[in-house]
């Protein structure tokens, strides 16, 4: 599999790159290296991480030693919300490229809307504008936003947000949010894209796996495909990024082997009739550093 065979996505700053990415929330450190070194090896050229995920070294570790030219990956980074605000913006941008130990980076985004400190939330978007502008970020945008958060956002902001990174899964289609980013041309990018959140924290909303939904299941069987690829498939053939993570190479491989069949108009409409409107993470407009004292160490 060679990055010219992906669906490619086109950012409405003109940037282009694979919708397909990988995943490293939650991945430790010590598998980080190993996971992304076979994701780049397998044809992955979106490698998506972030400050609080406590792994960007090693992200930046690993594409060094793959040998493959910078120019040819693309780098997605978030700032964390305790980073927000004036003077420490800039400072956790900093940390995140030397963390990663590149110069630019292709996405920057705001991890979290952190609603409750929005003041703090705008003046870290204007840092990375201002990042932008110099050249150290290609495109950037948000996190975890509602397209109330945005519109606060666009009254303060000069640039519309090149990416909103969402839960969505078909258990959770965000479709508010989605609709929104059409309207605005905000590219939907999904996080836990296969409904892993369901799985490694449930919801109590009973079996919540989605890759064990018979509506997922019986177009696995149709298809010759895994569920897991056809949730994948699903979101790229109704346009949207994903980034499925795993620390499993046979897994990792299979993510990415879904180039070569499309769903059905019917189809997509009976995955995205699956909503419950649940989210399993956390709910963004509840989210502040009172909430949620994680705090990322930039020395
Ligand atoms: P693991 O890292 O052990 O493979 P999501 O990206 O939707 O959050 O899903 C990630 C979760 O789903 C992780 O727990 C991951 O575990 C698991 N996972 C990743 N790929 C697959 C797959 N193809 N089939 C089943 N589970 C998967």
Same mark, same amino acid.
């Given at each position: 599999m060679t990055t010219t065979e992906q669906t490619l996505v086109t950012l409405n700053n003109g940037v282009q790159m694979p919708a397909l990415g990988f995943g490293v929330f939650q991945t430790a450190p010590e598998d980080t290296i190993a996971a992304v070194a076979t994701a780049l090896g397998d044809g992955y050229r979106l490698i998506d991480t972030a !400050?609080?995920? +406590?792994n960007e070294g090693e992200v930046g570790e690993a594409m060094r030693r %793959?040998?493959?030219?910078?120019?040819?990956i693309y780098i997605e980074t978030k700032l964390w919300i %305790? =980073?927000?605000? %004036?003077?420490k913006a800039q400072a956790g941008f900093d940390a995140s490229l030397r963390r990663l130990g590149v @110069?630019?980076? @292709?996405v920057y985004l705001l991890?979290?809307? !952190?609603p409750a400190d929005f003041e703090d939330t705008i003046t870290a978007y204007q840092v990375a504008e201002k990042m932008l502008q110099a050249g150290k970020a290609r495109a950037i945008g948000v996190s975890n936003f509602s397209p109330d958060h945005i519109q606060r956002l666009m009254e303060a902001a000069s640039v519309v947000p090149a990416v909103n990174q969402v839960e969505l899964h078909p258990y959770f289609t965000n479709a508010t949010v989605q609709a929104a980013g059409q309207t605005l041309g905000i590219l939907t990018q999904a996080w836990s894209p296969i409904g892993g959140i369901h799985r490694y924290?449930? !919801? +109590? !909303? +009973? @079996?919540?796996d989605v890759l064990k939904n018979p509506v997922i299941t019986d177009l696995a069987a149709k298809y010759g495909k895994t569920p897991a690829q056809v949730v994948l498939r699903w979101h790229l053939d109704e346009g949207r990024s994903a980034l499925p993570k795993s620390v499993i190479p046979s897994r990792i491989a299979q993510n990415i082997d879904v180039f070569d069949f499309t769903l059905e108009p019917g189809e997509l409409m009976a995955i995205d009739a699956l =909503?419950?409107?649940?989210?399993? +993470?956390?709910d963004p407009e509840l989210l502040s550093t009172r909430t949620f004292p994680k705090t990322v160490d930039n020395s």
């Amino acid at each position: 599999m060679t990055t010219t065979e992906q669906t490619l996505v086109t950012l409405n700053n003109g940037v282009q790159m694979p919708a397909l990415g990988f995943g490293v929330f939650q991945t430790a450190p010590e598998d980080t290296i190993a996971a992304v070194a076979t994701a780049l090896g397998d044809g992955y050229r979106l490698i998506d991480t972030a !400050a609080a995920y +406590g792994n960007e070294g090693e992200v930046g570790e690993a594409m060094r030693r %793959s040998g493959i030219d910078r120019s040819e990956i693309y780098i997605e980074t978030k700032l964390w919300i %305790s =980073d927000y605000g %004036s003077g420490k913006a800039q400072a956790g941008f900093d940390a995140s490229l030397r963390r990663l130990g590149v @110069d630019y980076v @292709d996405v920057y985004l705001l991890h979290q809307p !952190a609603p409750a400190d929005f003041e703090d939330t705008i003046t870290a978007y204007q840092v990375a504008e201002k990042m932008l502008q110099a050249g150290k970020a290609r495109a950037i945008g948000v996190s975890n936003f509602s397209p109330d958060h945005i519109q606060r956002l666009m009254e303060a902001a000069s640039v519309v947000p090149a990416v909103n990174q969402v839960e969505l899964h078909p258990y959770f289609t965000n479709a508010t949010v989605q609709a929104a980013g059409q309207t605005l041309g905000i590219l939907t990018q999904a996080w836990s894209p296969i409904g892993g959140i369901h799985r490694y924290r449930p !919801a +109590g !909303a +009973g @079996d919540a796996d989605v890759l064990k939904n018979p509506v997922i299941t019986d177009l696995a069987a149709k298809y010759g495909k895994t569920p897991a690829q056809v949730v994948l498939r699903w979101h790229l053939d109704e346009g949207r990024s994903a980034l499925p993570k795993s620390v499993i190479p046979s897994r990792i491989a299979q993510n990415i082997d879904v180039f070569d069949f499309t769903l059905e108009p019917g189809e997509l409409m009976a995955i995205d009739a699956l =909503d419950t409107g649940l989210r399993g +993470g956390p709910d963004p407009e509840l989210l502040s550093t009172r909430t949620f004292p994680k705090t990322v160490d930039n020395s």
